[in-house]
């Protein structure tokens, strides 16, 4: 029975994924920075780890408790909508340390063990977001887009132990709390670019094609166990859609 560690659990496409692993009949290490147990069905084949990506010490000892791991889902992210104007510098520290450095991070730590035995995959989960640009999203999207030209060199580095690395590229998720989450750090439009914000957010109100959690869940499982899945997966209709995949 094969084991996934999926980080950011606590919502999202990571309680979504967890689910759909635990249903698949695979052993679960579930991790979030603060651990709720009701959050997923109890029982041997899941563990809840308390993780922080962008701590090193956090990242360090959920790697030594998970112990065995089959495959490594990098989830954990923060969200960024606003003109860079708006934007402080410590948000902008925030985004990257988590979305960028975290998934890194949380790679490096599990690489020993899949290079030891020859065997591993390290799922990326990024945003369609860097299919194209739009605006507003200059730091999410450069947080994203770091991920992918990571992910493509790695993959290069270690595929001689047979190790694979991938990308999942979901959209516009309106059921998740992501946007709600992102609001802690988002800070406020500045009125110079509040016509622009509004022409946006009707761009996406008007949109009726997005990402549902279900969608990013069966995308990872595909990675997971089919290894002649593209390096890049679109999640969801408009993540197909901004990839040119759909009329």
């Known amino acids: 029975m094969k084991t996934v560690m999926i980080t950011g659990c606590?919502?999202?496409?990571g309680l979504e994924t967890a689910h759909y692993f635990l249903a698949q009949g695979w052993n679960v290490i579930a991790t979030m920075r603060e651990p709720r147990e009701n959050l997923l069905p109890s029982g041997e084949r899941l563990r809840l780890l308390r993780l922080d990506v962008t701590k090193q010490e956090s990242i360090d000892r959920a790697i030594a408790e998970a112990g065995h791991i089959d495959v490594l889902v990098?989830?954990?992210g923060v969200g960024m909508l606003n003109a860079l104007e708006g934007v402080s510098a410590d948000a902008v520290r925030e985004v990257f340390e988590t979305n960028t450095l975290g998934t890194i991070a949380m790679t490096r730590a599990v690489l020993p063990q899949f290079r030891e035995r020859r065997a591993g995959v390290v799922i990326n989960v990024t945003s369609a977001v860097t299919f194209k640009p739009l605006p507003l999203l200059a730091v999410y999207s450069a947080s994203k887009a770091a991920v992918n030209a990571f992910t493509e060199s790695l993959a290069m580095e270690v595929r001689p132990f047979n190790i694979r690395v991938g990308l999942i590229l979901?959209?516009?998720?309106?059921?998740?709390?992501?946007?709600?989450?992102?609001?802690?750090?988002?800070?406020?439009?500045p009125e110079d670019y509040r016509a622009l914000s509004q022409r946006v957010f009707n761009g996406m109100a008007e949109n009726e094609r997005v990402t549902h959690p279900a969608d990013v869940a069966k995308a990872i499982w595909q990675m997971?166990?089919?290894?002649?899945?593209?390096?890049r997966l679109p999640a969801g209709e408009d993540a197909l859609e901004m990839a040119g995949l759909l009329a």
């Open 10 to 13: 606590s919502s999202g496409f």
């Open 224 to 231: 997971a166990n089919d290894p002649d899945t593209p390096m």
């Open 170 to 189: 979901p959209g516009r998720a309106p059921a998740t709390r992501f946007g709600e989450n992102a609001q802690r750090i988002m800070g406020t439009i």
């Open 74 to 76: 990098n989830n954990a």
